[in-house]
């Protein structure tokens, strides 16, 4: 698109004002955009509406108030509102079905079909539709199909690469932009108006790719299907740490120094959870089989069982430490978010523990310090307490299975003074072992001796 007939000021939509819509939708506005984000969820519009954040994310909370109390970022309701908007950002989640592998896409058809009746009301006034949602390969590509014969719309797919915890900042400084279009060498229009969405991005010299619809969409999945690769490999490698009494930390210092493997995504533990990763891997295996190339993906598979396994050890090792029953027991966990910096809980590996836990007669009092809430709701038969103090009391077993930096600095000596019997595993590797044995606990660390 020739930049005489980019918009010198643009109105953008973001429709899904989840986690990734709502910071997506913040951050626009600092960029100095205008921006209406739309939900069909009132109560999550009117609290961002007043600058309050529904969820916890580190320097969210200002980004938000900034922008709402500039008037540069409004939210809403109502399609009526997005008619004069030049780009809209569809951010809608994409949940596992039900019924399979396979994700869930209803919620952006949704969205698509209430968008069409605005989109012809352009009468060709150029309006470009982007993808941000995590979708199966070949989804842009059905999508465009029922935009072409609209006058002015053209769609892009440009996927996310958001870490929980870091979110503004991977959106206000990502380490590359990729745009995804039906036709690489005819997409002057969809290039234009991302360039004008990115231009203070572009600025600072971040990459941008442009690929084709298919390759936009893989990048996200593959992306995430290695790192879920790279964690499950270490936990294996600390399985055998375990039964041969090497130390899956030395492993993994040393194979980290090699460049072609880097130590990030290393630490052996429970493994991982969240929205993206397990949905994700799962996700790669139901399309592969639906193209006829699952045989391939037969490691996802295994991937996700080892990632599952780590949570029946734990429990497993639980059981051991309590003389062969968790029946009536008293046991502390100390996280439940699915990482720290975040209140996420879906997929939790430490809710999932706690759960198996529960499920067997085991006495679980949970806390988390920003997660408690999300627990209460979705577990209300659950024990949560907000004091560190009152969870650890009496436990007969702690485990730490978030590592908030609240508990990896918790004083042994101190807490040995709260519980009844003064052993702990630690499911992320995230406590000085000698300090805590030589305070006279029983550490058991996964991989380590």
Not at 105 to 120: F, G, N, P, R, V
Request: hydrophobic residues 40%; negative net charge.
């Amino acid at each position: 698109m020739p930049d005489s007939l980019v918009p010198a000021s643009l109105t953008l939509s973001v429709i899904g004002v989840g986690y990734l819509g709502a910071v997506h939708a913040a951050a626009m506005a600092e960029l100095g955009h205008r921006v209406i984000g739309l939900d069909v969820d009132q109560a999550r519009i009117d609290a961002l509406s007043e600058g309050q954040s529904p969820f916890h994310e580190p320097g969210f909370d200002e980004l938000l108030r900034r922008n709402v109390d500039s008037g540069r970022l409004t939210f809403t309701t109502d399609y009526t509102e997005l008619a004069d908007v030049d780009v809209h950002f569809l951010a809608l989640g994409t949940p596992q079905r039900d019924d399979g592998l396979g994700a869930d896409l209803s919620y952006i058809h949704s969205a698509l079909d209430a968008l069409t009746s605005i989109l012809e009301a352009r009468n060709g006034k150029p309006t470009l539709i982007a993808g941000k949602s995590t979708v199966p390969v070949g989804t842009a590509r059905e999508l465009h199909a029922r935009i072409t014969s609209i006058d002015g719309v053209a769609l892009a797919w440009n996927p996310e690469f958001l870490r929980e915890g870091f979110a503004v900042e991977d959106t206000l400084r990502p380490d590359r932009l990729v745009y995804g279009v039906a036709d690489q060498s005819a997409a002057d229009q969809e290039i234009g108006l991302l360039d004008a969405v990115y231009a203070e991005l572009l600025d600072l010299e971040i990459p941008r790719k442009v690929y084709n619809f298919e390759s936009a969409e893989l990048v996200k999945v593959s992306a995430n299907s290695f790192l879920a690769t790279k964690i499950s490999f270490i936990n294996a490698i600390s399985e055998l740490c375990d039964v041969t009494g090497a130390d899956v930390n030395d492993v993994a210092e040393a194979i980290g120094m090699d460049d072609r493997i880097g130590p990030k995504f290393l630490r052996a533990g429970i493994g991982f959870g969240g929205g993206c990763l397990p949905k994700d891997i799962r996700g790669l295996i139901s399309r592969a089989g639906e193209l006829g190339t699952v045989d391939s993906f037969a490691f996802l598979r295994d991937i996700d069982a080892i990632n599952q396994g780590r949570r029946e050890y734990v429990v497993r090792l639980a059981k051991r430490l309590l003389e062969g029953s968790v029946d009536g027991k008293r046991i502390a966990v100390l996280g439940a978010a699915f990482k720290p910096d975040t209140d996420d809980v879906r997929d939790s590996p430490a809710l999932d523990i706690a759960l198996k836990l529960y499920s067997e007669g085991a006495r679980v009092i949970i806390t988390d310090p920003v997660a408690n809430e999300n627990v209460r709701g979705r577990y209300p038969s659950f024990h949560v307490e907000d004091s560190t103090e009152e969870t650890l009391r009496d436990a007969d077993l702690v485990l730490l299975l978030t590592e908030w930096k609240q508990y990896r600095d918790l004083d042994p000596r101190t807490a040995k003074e709260l519980v009844s019997k003064a052993q702990i595993i630690d499911g992320r590797n995230a406590l000085d072992l000698d300090t805590w044995r030589d305070a006279g606990w029983q550490v058991e660390a996964l991989g380590r001796p």
